[in-house]
């Protein structure tokens, strides 16, 4: 069962004129798993996001830390439909490309050099992207990815990188990401009044802080501190709450076409 406030937080958010829904990927739409490429989102949260932007005046997005042609392979949506975007790279990669441009000797250099660190720890591994090399330790015991980490974190030091700190991992980037530059984009494209955006990790935080309180609805997955508006423990309670969007949504858009209806005539 959704939090009551959520529930009237969603509730009211379904009515706006024009609404994007967006989500982070792992941790929200999908249960964290042991191996990255194992990561599915939950049947119901695919369902529910797919048919909120097949809706009148609502679009929807992914916005992932992932490549986006991985995530377009593991979203569930590998041709997603006209108005449900997925984005890349923590908000750098549209499907439209990158939104900078990519200094490919500094990435390989980061690729070799953490690969380095990586091979000193057992269960330290390195994730390529296009414009970014992630280092993970979640699968490490605590001593060797502490180690791992702070040796990263001291490498990049000579690195001219942006570094994102996530749950047991590190990211270094050769463009600037932000997941909240991101959502501005999708919000003018999409001419949006509203957005609702769920996250789990710390790289949500910057939508989070970039969303407008007073229209938007902002929801936390898991504990931990986080600017957002509400909270839930789970992925399944992201699925739960995109399908009560959903339906509020189409209750909603069915009033007003009744509405409409009535205005022109078809009931007289």
């Known amino acids: 069962m959704l939090p009551a406030d959520l529930q009237r937080a969603l509730t009211s958010v379904a009515a706006a004129p024009r609404l994007l829904v967006a989500s982070d990927f792992d941790g929200t739409m999908a249960p964290i798993v042991?191996?990255?490429?194992?990561?599915?989102?939950?049947?119901?949260?695919?369902?529910?996001?797919?048919?909120?932007?097949?809706?009148?005046?609502?679009?929807?997005?992914?916005?992932?830390?992932?490549?986006?042609?991985?995530?377009?392979?593991?979203?569930g949506f590998p041709e997603p439909p006209p108005r449900l975007h997925l984005v890349g790279s923590h908000g750098a990669e549209f499907t439209s490309g990158f939104t900078n441009d990519i200094d490919r000797e500094l990435l390989d250099r980061i690729t070799a050099e953490l690969r380095a660190i990586a091979a000193d720890h057992p269960g330290v591994?390195?994730?390529?992207?296009?414009?970014?090399v992630a280092l993970h330790v979640r699968n490490a015991s605590a001593?060797?990815?502490?180690?791992?980490?702070?040796?990263?974190?001291?490498?990049?030091?000579?690195?001219?990188?942006?570094?994102?700190?996530?749950?047991?991992?590190?990211?270094?980037?050769v463009i600037q990401t932000d997941k909240g530059l991101a959502l501005d984009v999708l919000r003018e494209q999409e001419n949006a009044s509203a957005v609702v955006f769920f996250g789990d990790d710390v790289t949500d935080e910057k939508a989070f802080r970039r969303l407008r309180g007073d229209a938007d609805v902002t929801v936390k997955v898991g504990p931990g501190e986080s600017l957002a508006q509400y909270?839930?423990?789970?992925p399944e309670d992201v699925a739960?709450?995109?399908?009560?969007?959903l339906e509020a949504r189409r209750r909603g858009a069915g009033a007003a076409s009744a509405q409409r209806d009535k205005r022109a005539g078809k009931f007289e």
């Open 34 to 75: 042991a191996n990255p490429a194992d990561a599915r989102p939950l049947a119901a949260a695919a369902e529910a996001l797919g048919q909120l932007a097949e809706l009148p005046d609502t679009a929807a997005a992914l916005i992932s830390g992932r490549a986006l042609e991985v995530l377009r392979s593991l979203s």
């Open 125 to 132: 591994t390195v994730e390529t992207k296009p414009a970014s």
């Open 143 to 173: 001593a060797d990815g502490e180690a791992a980490l702070t040796k990263a974190r001291a490498a990049a030091e000579a690195w001219d990188v942006q570094l994102t700190e996530g749950k047991a991992v590190l990211e270094f980037a």
């Open 231 to 234: 909270r839930v423990d789970a």
């Open 240 to 245: 739960e709450a995109l399908q009560y969007l």
